[in-house]
């Protein structure tokens, strides 16, 4: 059976990562917004790796969505999470509520300037403050050793290195690689949202970031190859394609020439979904 506890309250949680503590035990950190899937859990496993002691967090984050998005409908599904969390052999679940997190009163707000300026932060302004916030607020309240975040949202872990070096918080971030579906489609619990049609179309973003990357890593100029790779979106069905860069890993600075190790990062959409993925790049290095 499951030794998977359940905590909501902070106090709970301190009480319950200090007897780890006391027992010696590194204490690692799973951020999540919950629909949990093949993704977050191998994060939990590689949290494993990194600690004796493993938290997951599940919080539907209020402050990381526009006025318009979808923090209504973004499914939730906590009896399933809880179920996924013990099979993974996570040791604990906090699962607040957003008064606890954001009680009546609360004004602070965390911004990290520069990283969370363009891509996701242009499209979705203010989202990158409210991750930054949130994730400042898990990383006080829980104090792990490490905090284990995925390759996926690419903009996000920078912005995320970038306040954890800033504020000096004492955790160590280690990022977990992306989880694809066999026709390459990378895990997200947004997927859920799409329909059976988009479904078989949306594969068409990592085939485009693979010929890209492969392009790119054979000498391919670079603003030819991605609008190569958004013609090839747009021919699949997609309304419309917000990004698809090439950029510097750590500055997400836009790169005009390929010189050494990059990121391919995109932004699409098909009917109401948003997908989002991203791909290493190197001269002469295809993709794997
Ligand atoms: O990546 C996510 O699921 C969220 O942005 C995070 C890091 C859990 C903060 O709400």
């Known amino acids: 059976m499951s030794g998977l506890e359940l905590v909501r309250d902070v106090a709970g949680l301190r009480a319950r990562v200090a007897v780890a503590r006391a027992a010696g035990q590194r204490v690692a950190l799973v951020p999540t917004m919950g629909a949990l899937h093949a993704g977050h859990l191998s994060l939990v496993e590689l949290a494993r790796r990194h600690a004796g002691f493993v938290v997951a967090s599940v919080f539907v984050n209020p402050l990381q969505f526009g006025a318009n998005e979808d923090f209504g409908r973004y499914p939730r599904d906590e009896a399933g999470d809880r179920a996924q969390l013990a099979r993974a052999g996570c040791d604990l679940l906090f699962a607040p509520e957003v008064t606890t997190v954001y009680p009546p009163g609360f004004a602070t707000r965390v911004e990290v300037a520069g990283l969370s300026e ?72 947004r997927n859920a949202y799409l329909t059976a049609d988009e479904r078989a179309r949306a594969a068409a973003l990592p085939a485009a970031l693979r010929a890209a990357a492969t392009a790119l890593a054979g000498g391919a100029p670079v603003e030819p190859t991605l609008g190569a790779a958004r013609a090839a979106l747009l021919e699949a069905g997609f309304a419309s394609v917000d990004y698809i860069t090439l950029v510097d890993p750590d500055t997400l600075a836009p790169l005009a020439t390929l010189d050494g190790p990059a990121r391919l990062l995109a932004a699409a959409r098909l009917g109401t979904t948003r997908l989002l993925d991203t791909l290493a790049v190197a001269p002469g290095t295809p993709p794997a």
């Open 118 to 189: 363009p891509f996701e932060g242009a499209v979705r302004p203010g989202h990158f403050g409210g991750v930054a916030t949130v994730v400042t607020k898990l990383l006080v309240m829980a104090a792990p050793d490490v905090a284990v975040f995925g390759e996926k949202d690419w903009q996000q872990l920078a912005v995320i290195r970038r306040l954890v070096a800033d504020l000096d918080l004492p955790v160590e971030i280690v990022a977990g690689p992306v989880c694809r579906d066999a026709d390459g489609l990378a895990l997200s619990s």
